[in-house]
């Protein structure tokens, strides 16, 4: 742990004199992106992005991992919301606003699902949402960011999402195990995600639930015959999983459950 704290600290000294000398010589686009990098390596956040088309599981999914149920998930395209997750002492949620004004709600399990179901709520008003809990998960920096489906998306809540992906340590895409690699997936994945040189990418087919142990392993081919055909330089592995079932355990504090559901073999 020490080295590594060292080698952070050493190449956070680096991008100081990239900045230094960018900013001398007035190359204020190089100067900008170093000084951002530098921001993220001094506050040592790892930035997780889950993208994914529209009822696909993606809340239910973070929800599973954190092992709270905190974000809604019983939603519709119209009032969906980008989330950004992160850790805090204490539970707070903040509603970011295109304009700049910030709103706080009071926490509690339903605050979100009771702020978009308000007869005057807008989700294009909304840049994101914060929410911030004292999860171990998130204790060492980890900030998970929940997308709206990505084919339900007006200009500007594309234009936040499509702006996390290149600067994510990880993007996690998530397909439904029932409907694999649709067309507009697969448009998706050649248009943005390939294009965003993102740092390490992760494949997650969701509701295995639904299927049998046969119709799991085909459309696992599938998707996998697909990304094969996208990514010819890559072997990609596809985790099959059933975030709902492992949501569950893990509320109730069943760990065994959890594993057999959240990382199926």
Not at 152 to 160: I, Y
Not at 195 to 208: E, G, H, I, P, Y
Request: glycine share 4%; proline share 3%.
């Amino acid at each position: 742990m020490k080295d590594y704290l060292k080698k952070l600290k050493k190449l956070s000294s680096d991008i100081s004199k990239i900045h230094k000398l960018a900013t001398e010589n007035s190359i204020n686009s190089i100067a900008n992106k170093a000084l951002a990098v530098k921001d993220r390596i001094d506050k040592n956040n790892f930035i997780i992005t889950v993208v994914g088309e529209f009822n696909r599981g993606k809340s239910t999914f973070i929800n599973s991992l954190l092992g709270v149920d905190i974000i809604p998930t019983a939603i519709r395209p119209t009032t969906a919301t980008i989330n950004i997750i992160h850790y805090a002492t204490s539970p707070s949620v903040r509603v970011h606003k295109s304009d700049g004004e910030i709103i706080s709600l009071e926490f509690s399990s339903t605050s979100l699902m009771d702020y978009t179901s308000l007869v005057d709520f807008d989700s294009k008003s909304v840049k994101y949402i914060e929410i911030a809990y004292p999860i171990d998960y998130l204790k060492d920096g980890t900030t998970f960011v929940d997308t709206p489906g990505v084919n339900d998306m007006d200009q500007q809540r594309r234009d936040v999402t499509y702006g996390y992906m290149p600067n994510s340590d990880a993007v996690i895409f998530l397909f439904d195990i029932e409907a694999p690699f649709r067309k507009s997936e697969k448009k998706f994945l050649e248009e943005r995600v390939l294009k965003s040189n993102v740092a390490q990418l992760f494949f997650v087919a969701n509701k295995c639930d639904r299927l049998d142990d046969d119709e799991i392993d085909h459309s696992i081919n599938e998707i996998n015959k697909n990304l094969s055909y996208l990514y010819p330089e890559h072997e990609f592995e596809v985790y099959p999983l059933s975030a709902r079932n492992a949501l569950k355990m893990r509320l109730e504090n069943n760990e065994s459950g959890v594993s057999r559901n959240l990382f199926k073999d």
